[in-house]
């Protein structure tokens, strides 16, 4: 603290006899300990007092445990439910033939492949972007088994 944050302090004390009063039982107490003994535990009491510890962190510990343990729980059960809910992968979607004229079916490319596949009635054109999305729409007969 500076110096006339303590002045004003020192002032303040002079002024008020509670605050002096009570800063004189702090200041007995904070003798009264200086004054005695520290406690000395045995080593039992030490191993003690450790291993309550100890039990008190393991115990909240298993606590969050257990808790994200039911919110995972939770999250599975509520994805089972939405997989189940969510349309079959043989299902057929089909836009408008204003909206593009595209069609979407479960031997197209997943998202993740970074393919794009355009159909129209004349053509169709795909752009491939990932070495990975080249060898999904490739052909059977030049597509080998082993990882891009």
Aim: hydrophobic share 45%.
């Amino acid at each position: 603290m500076d110096s006339a944050a303590g002045a004003e302090i020192e002032l303040h004390l002079a002024e008020c006899p509670a605050c002096a009063k009570e800063l004189a039982d702090l200041s007995a107490m904070s003798g009264m300990f200086l004054q005695s003994t520290r406690p000395r535990l045995s080593q039992m009491s030490l191993h003690r007092i450790h291993d309550r510890v100890d039990l008190v962190i393991r115990g909240n510990f298993l606590r969050t445990v257990k808790v994200l343990r039911a919110i995972a729980a939770c999250v599975l059960v509520a994805g089972s439910i939405w997989l189940m809910k969510s349309p079959s992968e043989k299902a057929i979607t089909q836009m408008p033939p204003d909206a593009g004229g595209t069609t979407e079916s479960a031997d197209a490319a997943p998202p993740w492949l970074d393919a794009a596949v355009t159909a129209t009635a004349e053509t169709q054109s795909l752009d491939v972007t990932t070495p990975a999305a080249a060898w999904y729409v490739a052909d059977f007969s030049s597509r080998s088994d082993e990882a891009p």
